[in-house]
């Protein structure tokens, strides 16, 4: 029986992804996008920042003893 790898997303990759929310984000408000575009981009946005926070926990907290 194999065992199915889950590859979390990294600090870095989710950093990169939230820049690119945020210039989404400036471009959508610049343009006068819909209230709805501008939703989406801010739930996504959440999204990706709350996965951040939970891969820092995973890279800085002191290993189980």
């Known amino acids: ?3 199915t790898v889950i590859e979390l997303p990294t600090v870095e990759s989710l950093t990169e992804e939230i820049r690119g929310l945020v ?3 400036q471009t959508l408000r610049a ?3 819909p209230r709805e575009q501008l939703e ?3 739930v996504e946005l ?3 920042q709350q ?6 926990i995973r890279r800085y907290r002191p290993a189980a003893a």
């Open 1 to 3: 029986m194999s065992a």
């Open 23 to 25: 210039y989404e984000r």
């Open 31 to 33: 343009v006068g996008a």
């Open 40 to 42: 989406r981009n801010r």
């Open 46 to 48: 959440v999204h990706r």
């Open 51 to 56: 996965n951040l926070v939970h891969a820092l």
